[in-house]
């Protein structure tokens, strides 16, 4: 049975993201919560006082303009201050801002504005043609003056279409009852097999999100929080912005991470605490690295071998839009296992599960979590209730998809997908184990391993690597050495069947590599 959270009874009772806002404004008024730092125009600071005022104006010119409370506003942006004022704005009015991928394809848009039934838009100056085009039914949409911090040239809106013209007294607002199960925010997830869900969070669960992460990062008061990752992901919004609101700390933001602006920007804004993906850290591995005030690092997996390099701690955590925080973390004070997620966070239930029973010592498992829905889990997928049921057992655990080994002291390590699990003639194969063994011949840079359509085996492996070289006859040297380092390696079934050299590899939020592209481009062969 599905636990649901009590209106009355819980942590957060008579309170939303208003009152956390006014709260901090009231005991750290004169304290920096946003920093915005833009490749091109000028650092703007504001204070907590600042900010609650700004967002509380913006509310209220939502409501000028005719939003109320339960209406879905779509912000499409990359990151700037407009993307944060929007998010906390829409839920201070009590409307709910609608976060969506600045990747996103027409389609994608039109698919979010229409399932969404969003009433209005904001976006930026290089995507304003694109929203109104893709999304026909807004009232209307607010476009900034820049592209986060560019100047947009001709593409500048007018006056009445600035997001600057969101302004009005906030004495004109409504008033509104502080209901933490009040609806927050709408994320969609990345879809590969069928639409997108829509995770609809509550005021409790982002309630949930800014103490939780706080607790889990070890945040404090002068705690300054770099924020380099996307703002309508989960992890820059609750990991980081959040947080950093909970703790009273500062969040400073740049439009994107930048490797040869992440330690001038790090050591002029005194930065001790940041989300980092594989992709920073390799970008940033072959510079020096100064003296900084960095304290900790928050990523996958806990103290990565590049720790020394970069004089740093990292914290391992693994979580989804779904958990909102983290539910296996690492300890921000004491030694942690390297290259585990961390153990089960106190705050949930984990389960690993191996055919219904939980798993040993060294056996990998289907990962499943169990906490309270509209707190600690995701209030719904919105208008999918179907999708909703199907995605918790009968034991009401939280289905998440992803694979993890249980080690042998209790530490947890991310394995795969299930999704990368391949079905090879009736042998169950981890695509994560054979990306591991390519990984290991030199030349190697990225590797990315999904299966292929097979008349008589269902799947074969197919390796897709990005390497360090250009000359072809080099490169046809490295797929020798990799189909070697297979053979002697892997069994016959597990050895990919064909091995493909890339000079790039699609990305998706985070800088993930989008699997579900190179699946749709072997489909699409195959079907020629």
């Known amino acids: 049975m599905n636990r649901t959270a009590s209106r009355h009874l819980q942590p957060f009772a008579g309170q939303d993201i208003r009152t956390l806002i006014e709260a901090q404004a009231s005991v750290r008024g004169d304290h920096p919560y946003l920093v915005w730092r833009p490749f091109n125009g000028p650092r703007q600071v504001w204070t907590y006082a600042q900010f609650a005022e700004r967002i509380a104006r913006f509310a209220a010119g939502l409501h000028a303009r005719g939003v109320k409370a339960g209406d879905r506003v779509l912000v499409h942006l990359d990151n700037c201050p407009e993307a944060v004022f929007s998010w906390f704005g829409c839920a201070w009015l009590g409307a709910v801002a609608v976060t969506t991928n600045a990747r996103s394809t027409a389609q994608e848009l039109n698919y979010f504005a229409d399932h969404a039934q969003v009433v209005a838009g904001i976006t930026q100056p290089r995507f304003a043609e694109l929203v109104s085009a893709s999304c026909p039914g807004l009232r209307w949409l607010a476009v900034t003056q820049t592209d986060n911090g560019d100047d947009a040239g001709s593409s500048r809106p007018s006056a009445i279409d600035s997001f600057d013209a969101i302004d009005a007294d906030p004495s004109q607002l409504p008033g509104r009852a502080s209901d933490p199960l009040a609806p927050f925010s709408i994320q969609y997830t990345s879809g590969t097999t069928s639409r997108p869900k829509g995770v609809l969070w509550t005021h409790a669960n982002a309630l949930w999100g800014a103490r939780i992460n706080a607790i889990h990062e070890g945040l404090m008061p002068q705690d300054v929080h770099l924020v380099t990752l996307p703002l309508f992901h989960t992890n820059a919004q609750a990991y980081s912005m959040l947080a950093a609101l909970w703790a009273g700390a500062t969040a400073v933001v740049q439009p994107r991470f930048s490797a040869s602006r992440f330690w001038p920007v790090s050591i002029e804004e005194g930065c001790t605490w940041t989300s980092m993906v594989p992709f920073h850290a390799r970008a940033l591995i072959d510079r020096e690295v100064p003296r900084h005030t960095y304290r900790l690092w928050g990523s996958a997996v806990c103290s990565p071998p590049y720790d020394k390099t970069f004089g740093i701690k990292t914290l391992g955590w693994w979580g989804m839009t779904e958990t909102i925080t983290q539910g296996i973390v690492g300890n921000p004070q004491l030694p942690n296992e390297p ?190």
């Open 339 to 528: 290259m585990s997620c961390g153990l089960p966070a106190p705050e949930y239930e984990i389960r690993i599960e191996v055919d219904g029973r939980e798993a040993e010592p060294g056996e990998t498992g289907e990962l499943k979590i169990r906490g309270i829905r509209g707190l600690s889990l995701f209030a719904e997928y919105l208008n999918n209730p179907q999708a909703t049921a199907d995605s918790f057992d009968e034991n009401g655990w939280f289905i998440t998809g992803d694979r993890v080994r249980l080690g042998e002291t209790g530490w947890l390590f991310f394995a795969d997908r299930s999704k990368d699990m391949l079905k090879v003639g009736g042998e169950n194969v981890a695509a994560s184990e054979i990306e591991s063994i390519v990984m290991q011949v030199p030349g190697v840079i990225e590797v990315a391993v999904v299966g292929k359509k097979h008349a008589m085996l269902d799947e074969v492996p197919v390796a897709f690597v990005r390497c360090a070289v250009i000359d072809p006859e080099a490169r046809q040297a490295l797929i020798a050495a990799i189909d070697q380092q297979c053979t002697a390696a892997l069994a016959d079934f597990k050895r990919p069947q064909e091995i493909r050299v890339v000079d790039e590899l699609p990305r998706s939020t985070l800088e993930k590599i989008a699997k579900n592209q190179l699946r749709e481009l072997l489909e699409r062969q195959v079907s020629q």
